[in-house]
Every structure is written in structure tokens, then in C-alpha cells.
Antibody
Framework: EVQLVESGGGLVEPGGSLRLSCAASGFSFSSVWMSWVRQAPGKGLEWVGRIRSRSDGGTTDYAAPVKGTITISRDDSKNTLYLQMDSLKTEDTAVYYC???????????WGQGTVVTVSS | QSALTQPASVSGSPGQSITISCTGTSSDVGTYNLVSWYQQHPGRAPKLMIYEGSKRPSGVSNRFSGSKSGNTASLTISGLQAEDEADYYCCSYAGSHIFYVFGTGTKVTVL
């Protein structure tokens, strides 16, 4: 079964850091591009960033609002995607989804999401 | 970069057809044929319904169809069913600086 499972969310104080993980199974993780998408409480979806496959350079792109405060990485040996978030602000409070990014510029598989709450 | 504009809500009776619009600009929807649509039930993860403007992934009902005209993309749900009640989001590629922009979201209600 094709599956993505996020973990690592929780409560963190403003200015703190958090690393989210996304474990992939059921497909060839190393050959696909992956993305993170977030959704603030009661709000819409917001693209956060993506990482290319190693064969396509393994490089990353980030949304302007989070650029400089997040780092997306991957460990293909563990079939795992990561999102390192630093200098967190209250407005970063959201459900964070990892999603497989297909060759048609669409997010075709999504995890169940992990909740990040930034509050003092 | 502002979100793509969608109506806040659309409703219809079972069996009817409804259309959700997604209005962008010449920098995103108008230039790229890379609009995707997602269905999200409350408390659940989004699900891909349409990609490249009008193509359906395997397993998605043919009651869902997509189109585009100028800067506006549209999702049509025909033969509306109770299970179609959900939030729907469009998304478009917006070039190599903005990358991806989502729509504001539309709540579909089946009367």
C-alpha cells in the first residue's frame, strides 16, 4: 500500500525549532520528488517547499514566507522526508502534510498530517 | 503572491451539476496548464482529483471534470452525490519564484 506517515509535531514556543518526519512506503521513494504543504487552523492549503529526487539533483525550493527558516531534506536509505523548522512563529501553527509530487506537477499522495502548535 | 480566488461556497441537490471556479492571473493559471484540484473532507488529508487542468487520476470518478479558459480554471462535479460534500482547492504552478499557489477553497454542500 502506498503510504506516507508524518510524525514529530507538537507544541513549541515562539523562536523554537522542530523537525518533522515523513515515512514513505509502497513506492520507490528515492525516485520521486516530495513536498510539504501546511494548513493553518480553519484556513486553506499553503505550499511550503519541495525536494527533488537525488537523480534530479536533490535540490530544494521553498515558499517565500518560510524561506530561510525551513530546510527540507531526505534520507533515501530510510525512505524518509524531513522538514526542519527554526525560528518558529505563532503563524506557523498548522497541520503539516507531506505529499508525493508527481511528474504532472500535482501532489498525488498525501500523509495524514502532523499538528504543529507554536505558542507560549 | 496572492492565493487563487475561489467562491467560498457552492451548493447543489443530489444529481445536479455544479461548477467551482478558480481565478488566477497571467502569471499562473493563464500561462501554465498545470492546475490541479483537491478534495478534502473534514479532518482528512486532501485527495488529488484533477491534474494538468483536466486529467483524472486512476480511481477518480468521471463525474469530476476540469477545464480552463484564460486565467480561470473550473472543476465541474456532475451527478452530485452526498459523498461529494467537502472542501475543494485548486492549485497552479506559478513560475520558478513563487512555484505553487493554492486557491482559497470552496465548501461544497449537497442539499
Amino acid at each position: 500500500e502506498v503510504q506516507l506517515v508524518e510524525s514529530g509535531g507538537g507544541l513549541v514556543e515562539p523562536g523554537g525549532s522542530l523537525r518533522l518526519s515523513c515515512a514513505a512506503s509502497g513506492f520507490s521513494f528515492s525516485s520521486v520528488w516530495m513536498s510539504w504543504v501546511r494548513q493553518a487552523p480553519g484556513k486553506g492549503l499553503e505550499w511550503v517547499g519541495r525536494i527533488r529526487s537525488r537523480s534530479d539533483g536533490g535540490t530544494t525550493d521553498y515558499a517565500a514566507p518560510v524561506k530561510g527558516t525551513i530546510t527540507i531534506s531526505r534520507d533515501d536509505s530510510k525512505n524518509t522526508l524531513y522538514l526542519q523548522m527554526d525560528s518558529l512563529k505563532t503563524e506557523d501553527t498548522a497541520v503539516y502534510y507531506c505529499a508525493r509530487f508527481n511528474t504532472k506537477d500535482a501532489f498525488d499522495i498525501w500523509g495524514q498530517g502532523t499538528v504543529v502548535t507554536v505558542s507560549s | 503572491q496572492s492565493a487563487l480566488t475561489q467562491p467560498a461556497s457552492v451548493s447543489g441537490s443530489p444529481g445536479q451539476s455544479i461548477t467551482i471556479s478558480c481565478t488566477g492571473t497571467s502569471s499562473d493559471v493563464g500561462t501554465y496548464n498545470l492546475v490541479s484540484w483537491y478534495q478534502q473532507h473534514p479532518g482528512r488529508a486532501p485527495k488529488l482529483m484533477i491534474y494538468e487542468g483536466s486529467k483524472r487520476p486512476s480511481g477518480v470518478s468521471n463525474r469530476f471534470s476540469g477545464s480552463k479558459s484564460g486565467n480561470t480554471a473550473s472543476l465541474t462535479i456532475s451527478g452530485l452525490q452526498a459523498e461529494d460534500e467537502a472542501d475543494y482547492y485548486c492549485c497552479s504552478y506559478a513560475g520558478s519564484h513563487i512555484f505553487y499557489v493554492f486557491g482559497t477553497g470552496t465548501k461544497v454542500t449537497v442539499l
